[in-house]
């Protein structure tokens, strides 16, 4: 069992920024498999969308363009941690962040195929 933890999330004005953090158990980090640790958000009455992703193994990642050159996805091996840094933030960006996890295959953005989350941390940016 993977257990995630996100923390990190807060307002902020547009064009300021936040990291999130996502804590999990050694296992998806010490696995021979590599497992895809993405961050996906998720406003009221929309679904699900992803906004990046990274390899455990070989640190491949993977960006929504709405987000390029915004973000940074990145992780501590040593320390199983997940982060997300958000520069530039709009208030488009609004959204309660999850943190997810899986064995990697498949389509990276597909929500459906992970089967470990966060409980979400909410990122609010004013105008």
């Known amino acids: 069992q993977v257990q995630l933890v996100e923390s990190g999330g807060g307002s902020v004005q547009a064009g300021g920024s936040l990291r999130l953090s996502c804590a999990a158990p050694?296992?998806?980090?010490?696995?021979?498999?590599?497992?895809?640790m993405g961050w996906f958000r998720q406003v009221p009455g929309k679904e699900r969308e992803g906004v990046a992703v990274?390899?455990?193994?070989?640190?491949?990642?993977y960006y929504a363009d709405f987000v390029k050159g915004r973000f940074t996805i990145s992780q501590d091996n040593a320390k199983n941690t997940l982060y997300l840094q958000m520069n530039s933030l709009k208030p488009e960006d609004t959204a309660m962040y999850y943190c997810a996890a899986d064995r990697c295959g498949g389509d990276v953005w597909d929500s459906s195929r992970y089967k470990y989350w966060g409980q979400g941390t909410q990122v609010t940016v004013s105008s």
């Open positions: 050694g296992y998806a980090y010490s696995s021979y498999w590599s497992y895809c």
């Open positions: 990274i390899t455990t193994r070989g640190g491949r990642v």
